[in-house]
């Protein structure tokens, strides 16, 4: 059974940095491409970031582009986002998934996920 869980939010203020991390409970962890989503109050789950099985590949969306930083600790079975210059519109439940196919590439879908953490909440005062 995958398990996945997100630790590293909380409460800064607007041009602070936070890191979150998101340890997974998998048997071979480098199978798995890895991503980072978002979903505000009243707002869909929106595509944050995603990083391929060994780590050479990554993306993002074009909202946090520069400012944050997506890698994995393959040895330490960790995702990680480096957030920085924090926006009080980057406030959101950050969750991590997982995608287990046999995809070649790293994908910004929902749907190519199938497992999900419960998210750790981040909120950025003005």
């Known amino acids: 059974q995958v398990q996945l869980v997100e630790s590293g939010g909380g409460l800064v203020q607007a041009g602070d940095s936070l890191r979150l991390s998101c340890l997974a409970s998998i048997h071979t962890f480098s199978d798995y491409h890895m991503g980072w989503f978002r979903q505000a109050p009243g707002k869909e789950r929106e595509f944050v970031a995603a990083?391929?099985?060994?780590?050479?590949?990554?993306n993002y969306a074009d909202s946090v582009k520069g400012r944050f930083t997506i890698s994995r600790d393959n040895a330490k079975n960790t995702v990680y986002l480096q957030m920085n210059s924090l926006k009080p519109e980057d406030t959101a439940v950050y969750s991590c998934?997982?995608?287990?196919?046999?995809?070649?590439?790293?994908?910004?879908?929902?749907?190519?996920?199938?497992?999900w953490g419960q998210g750790t909440q981040v909120t950025v005062s003005s």
């Open positions: 998934a997982a995608d287990g196919s046999r995809r070649l590439v790293i994908s910004g879908t929902i749907a190519a996920y199938n497992y």
């Open positions: 990083i391929s099985r060994r780590g050479g590949s990554t």
